[in-house]
């Protein structure tokens, strides 16, 4: 028999354990007291003889997770004691996968309230198990309806939703008249004005974020590529493969991209920015900005001194190849940051109406190993760095005190990028959220 096939047959096991209490119930009192003393400490879940991916490395050797409430109580070379149990026997835990680049709502279906309800109310909890189905137990919306993203925020963290973590930008903020706004979004008014914030003035941003901010919010996102014009700067046509027409666009006027990052900063909030030319992305980071989402894209990064400016400020990129695959120079441009000791973040863009949600995920994470980052080094970027991406040092890795959220893969992941698609359980805040054993 095969490890792998070792590790699928015997993770079925799932037990109780009955506690000292009820295991002697009949013995005499001295016994009672003896049997007490030597029972270990019995947490509310253990996965017993598990090989760990800690969201960093893999870990030598075989662990015992305990799990305590919605958190990590402990990580154990020696045997815990749970009052259920799962026996990996040699599978592999890990973290569960957070995207940190999403966009959630239909963009193509709403277009009134009529088909928001209808979109909420027949397509909204589906779309959100197929991120638990596959592994991803956190997602960051970068650019859906404010209202109804945080709602659905709400019902997930209240138990009436059934979903991953959610965090959320609210609207993604662009010039007037730019990408998304004038692009996507350019024959469907009702929606635009929903989806996107566009803003025209410094002040404008800034009381745009600090409105956000107010609503509570996860994050800011501004669009750099994709606002009004200003002058000497070159003309950028935004092409996408979903869409058939360029659209002649320029970037935010650097004085509303620096007093958004400013404006969100004073909120205690990561700013991070669309951008897709070298010249935007160091434009982004000279303002202020947390990280790039797509970073560069539609042409060669040629540009040594970007990079070593992405170091300096401790920028995270996200390639988001699932959608930017098509453009010949995104995956040399990956393959150039990684390989520099850039920070990169998985995130798919993943958007409806094409692939399936969750699936896209584990696709980007197959794609970046295509451009040259090791097994490791993209889930990392699915786990310990997209955690520093959204914040939340509390995701992201198996470690004590941090959240459990946990996945159990019936084969290794680092040999084989593939192997995230052999899941067997999702463990989400320390409960089983999925078990297809």
């Known amino acids: ?142 650019g859906d309806p404010t209202g109804g993203i945080l709602a659905t925020r709400t019902g997930i963290a209240d138990g009436t939703l059934r979903g991953p973590r959610l965090l959320a930008t609210g609207c993604g903020i662009t010039g007037r008249d730019g990408h998304p706004a004038a692009t996507v979004f350019g024959d469907n008014r009702w929606a635009r004005e929903r989806f996107t914030g566009e803003v025209g003035s410094v002040q404008e941003i800034r009381d745009l974020v600090h409105h956000l901010a107010d609503r509570k919010v996860d994050a800011i996102k501004l669009l750099s590529e994709g606002a009004c014009a200003h002058s000497g700067e070159p003309a950028y046509l935004w092409q996408n493969p979903a869409f058939t027409d360029g659209v002649e666009l320029e970037r935010l006027p650097l004085e509303l991209l620096r007093a958004g990052i400013e404006a969100g900063h004073e909120r205690g909030l990561r700013v991070t920015v669309h951008t897709t030319q070298q010249a935007a992305a160091r434009e982004a980071i000279d303002a202020g900005a947390d990280g790039l989402e797509h970073g560069v894209t539609v042409e060669p990064l040629t540009d040594g001194s970007l990079i070593d400016l992405m170091l300096e400020h ?15 120079d995104a995956r040399g441009n990956l393959r150039r940051v990684s390989q520099a000791g850039v920070h990169i973040a998985l995130g798919s863009d993943t ?27 993209v ?24 959240r459990a959220d946990l996945l159990v893969l019936n084969a290794d992941p680092i040999t084989d990028i593939g192997n995230l698609r052999d899941l067997s359980m999702v463990i989400l805040n320390g409960e089983l959220a999925v078990d297809k054993r």
């Open 351 to 377: 958007f409806s109406g094409r692939g399936m949600f969750g699936a896209n995920t584990l696709e980007e994470a197959e794609l970046m190993v295509a451009a040259g980052m090791t097994p490791a080094q």
């Open 314 to 328: 401790g920028i995270t990129y996200t390639p988001t190849l699932w959608i930017d695959d098509a453009h010949p």
């Open 1 to 142: 028999m095969t490890h792998t096939q070792t590790a699928t047959n015997s993770v079925a096991v799932f037990s109780e354990r009955a506690t000292p209490g009820v295991r002697a119930m009949h013995q005499e009192p001295e016994a009672v007291a003896s049997a007490e003393a030597r029972e270990p400490a019995s947490y509310d879940l253990v996965i017993r003889r598990a090989h760990v991916f800690d969201g960093r490395q893999a870990l030598t050797g075989l662990y015992d997770i305990a799990v305590d409430g919605t958190e990590i109580a402990s990580v154990s070379a020696e045997p815990l004691g749970g009052r259920q149990e799962i026996d990996a026997a040699g599978a592999w835990v890990m973290p569960g996968l957070i995207d940190t680049h999403v966009h959630f709502y239909d963009v193509r279906a709403v277009s009134d309230p009529d088909s928001m309800r209808a979109f909420e109310e027949n397509e909204l909890p589906g779309r959100l198990g197929l991120f638990l189905d596959h592994g991803v137990t956190t997602i960051k919306s970068v």
């Open 379 to 402: 889930l990392a970027a699915g786990t310990s760095v997209a955690s520093r991406q959204c914040a939340r040092p509390d995701l992201g890795a198996v470690a004590e005190g941090k």
